[in-house]
């Protein structure tokens, strides 16, 4: 067999995806990694800090130019309505992205190798509401359960014991053992229970036309990332997210609302 009949070998190779499409990495094995490099639990600053540094880092040098990523505990969420990078290869794009988001967060953390894996998500326009708004209802749930597992943990249970118990619970029971033990999950901090979103933010800056020696002011775009998100089921957050991804004929109505809290 010659080498070049390998190549035929590679059927996924032309598979493509065409825009929007959002790519979601998530981290592998990361409850063991945070666990053993002792970040704190249920939620560590530091780490979620260095996520949306990683996505802020892919906006700003991967070349790839994503409009929005939406981030919270070890997955981020990036997503392309234009043009994507590779041609739409699905390949490419479930390969390079990961990689560049481990290779980002293994330096920025100081850790041993970490990995992520990937997936691309192809969607209709109006459906990446509903998608954020799904991910967002994930991170609050994340957030309860977390609070919940690791007060039974500090009660002095297993983690056997606390992830049964666990099973058992509520949400609405989970709040209450959480209050129980002075926490008050409508009170944590907004992107524990809302994640963090990544963006192309326009501003004005004063400038100087030399052709016509004149002060001008100039638009330009920076990368911002906002800790105190809206839940993105209500109408301030529909028509955020609505700006952001260029998605005007959505209506709020159309989307379910989950109890993502106060």
């Not at 990361?30 to 892919?58: Q, T, V």
Request: hydrophobic share 40%; aromatic share 12%.
């Amino acid at each position: 067999m010659r080498v070049s009949d390998f190549e035929d070998h590679e059927i996924y190779a032309d598979l493509r995806a065409t825009p929007p499409v959002i790519i979601r990495v998530d981290g592998r094995s990361f409850r063991n990694l945070l666990r053993k490099h002792r970040f704190e639990k249920p939620f560590d600053r530091r780490f979620a800090s260095a996520m949306a540094d990683a996505a802020e880092s892919f906006f700003q040098q991967s070349g790839l130019y994503p409009v929005v990523a939406y981030t919270f505990s070890d997955e981020i969420n990036i997503i392309f309505t234009d043009a994507l990078p590779f041609d739409g290869r699905i390949e490419k794009l479930v390969s390079v992205v990961p990689s560049y988001i481990s290779s980002v967060l293994t330096r920025s953390l100081d850790l041993p190798p970490i990995a992520f894996d990937g997936r691309v998500i192809p969607l209709h326009p109006e459906q990446i509401i509903e998608y954020l708004v799904w991910r967002q209802a994930e991170a609050w749930r994340n957030c309860i359960n977390g609070y919940g597992y690791y007060t039974l943990r500090s009660a002095g249970l297993s983690g056997t014991e606390a992830a049964s118990r666990m099973l058992g619970l509520r949400a609405s029971g989970i709040h209450e053992l959480c209050f129980q033990h002075g926490i008050n999950l409508d009170k944590v901090p907004l992107w524990q229970r809302r994640g963090v979103l990544v963006y192309w933010e326009e501003y004005t800056k004063p400038g100087y036309d030399p052709v016509r020696d004149i002060e001008v002011v100039v638009n330009r775009k920076r990368v911002t990332q906002n800790w105190d998100l809206p839940i993105f089921a209500s109408e301030e957050g529909g028509v955020m997210v609505r700006e952001l991804v260029g998605v005007r004929n959505v209506y709020l109505s159309e989307v379910t609302t989950p109890d993502l809290g106060r």
